[in-house]
């Protein structure tokens, strides 16, 4: 019988939820869903509605509450990869706490720490390299107390970034050298360097689709949700709509404010590109996005040109199985990457971090 997982990733903006059986062959796709935030909700409103959310996920979905795999994300989670002097197991953790102070900006009083050995030295004196993820426990402890008074134990909880690459890593098994994979979230971006089996560079960066929002929002004196609907609806893309119902300056105006929203996104990718390639003396071929921001009218053009690069949208769907009477093929092709994240939580079973 095929064990079941399911990805449950809390969003700043949406709840998603993946489910995956795992069998003999490749994984198979089982349920899918997302449900939205309300928008404006702070503190206990806020977590109240997220446990209504995912309350209704097992009820009205079938989500399996004990075969849940989440993850938490955003800039209070640093994961870096790491090279230290080969040592016995029992000598290396303590070791890594010492080091870690060096990377993580904040005390180690408030963070939880967690490694994983990416590959170890043979002999005394070579080096192993190391995964060190460092997660502030006010971030985890939030996220674990919504779970658990929606009944949910987690069976793992997981960083949102090693998720996005373990997905990545599924879906392009080809793709996996001198690649970037940009997940453009609701508040925050998460980039990756791939550099073969493992990341080599990963940042979260304070930039999503809430800031383009604000953005369209403040400039054409209109509310948050007609902001938002008037971004989805026109993108990057200046032309005059039909039926006339937004003039083409507006529609400049919409255009405009992303790519200066971009700009800051632009300069730190490009930032992260630089540095990879004064590290390895290579560059990075190809760039993937996913997340909400992937979906707006002509950004894998404008995002392509303003790097130098081919940028393409990830599906993380393009080798998980799936009855097409349920899922449309279609769909999942343009819909999918809103689901990286979920689909790396819910392939965690299966993956090597």
């Keep these: 019988m095929a064990r079941v997982s399911v990805g449950l990733e809390v969003g700043a903006a949406v709840v998603k939820m993946v489910e995956l059986a795992h069998g003999k062959k490749a994984p198979r796709l089982t349920k899918l869903a997302r449900v939205e935030i309300p928008p404006g909700l702070e503190g206990d409103d806020r977590k109240s509605a997220i446990i209504k959310i995912i309350k209704s996920l097992v009820a009205d979905h079938g989500m399996n509450p004990r075969r849940v795999i989440s993850g ?53 004196g070579d ?28 069976q793992i909880l997981d960083a949102n970034a090693l998720a996005l690459f373990n997905i990545f890593e599924f879906s392009h098994p080809q793709e996996l050298e001198d690649i970037a994979v940009v997940e453009m979230g609701h508040s925050t971006t998460c980039l990756l360097i ?45 032309e005059q709509p039909e039926g006339g119902r937004v003039s083409s300056d507006t529609a400049a105006e919409i255009s405009d404010q992303i790519k200066k929203c971009m700009r800051d996104l632009i300069n730190e ?35 392509s040109g303003a790097l130098g690069l081919p940028v393409e949208r990830h599906n993380p769907f393009a080798r ?23 689909s790396g939580l819910a392939l965690r079973e299966v993956a090597r971090i």
């Excluded at 640093?78 to 197991?89: A, G, H, L, N, Y």
């Excluded at 005390?107 to 994983?116: A, I, Q, T």
């Excluded at 930032?271 to 760039?287: M, N, P």
């Excluded at 009477?325 to 999942?332: E, G, K, N, Q």
Aim: with cysteine.
């Design 269 to 303: 990718i490009l930032h992260s590109l630089d540095y990879y390639s004064s590290q390895k003396g290579k560059k990075i071929k190809k760039i993937f996005i996913s997340g909400g921001s992937a979906y707006l009218n002509n950004v894998t053009g404008f995002l």
């Design 194 to 238: 791939l550099e073969g089996e493992c990341p080599f560079l990963v940042r979260n960066l304070n930039f999503g689709g809430l800031h383009i929002t604000r953005a369209i929002a403040e400039k054409l004196g209109v509310d948050y949700s007609r902001a938002n609907q008037l971004k989805e609806e026109h993108g990057l893309r200046i």
């Design 72 to 124: 938490v994300g955003g800039e209070s989670v640093i994961v870096r990869r790491i090279m230290v002097p080969t040592m016995p197991d029992e000598e290396l953790t303590q070791a890594l706490r010492w080091q870690a102070e060096e990377y993580l900006p904040y005390s180690l009083d408030e963070v939880y720490l967690d490694f994983h050995v990416l590959g170890r030295g043979k002999r005394t």
């Design 127 to 154: 080096e192993t390299s190391v995964m060190l993820v460092g997660v502030k426990k006010e971030t985890v402890d939030i996220h674990l107390d919504i779970l658990k008074k929606a009944g949910i134990i987690p």
């Design 320 to 342: 998980i199985g799936h009855n097409p009477r349920r899922f449309s093929p279609d769909y999942l092709e343009k819909e999918g990457s809103f689901f990286a994240v979920g």
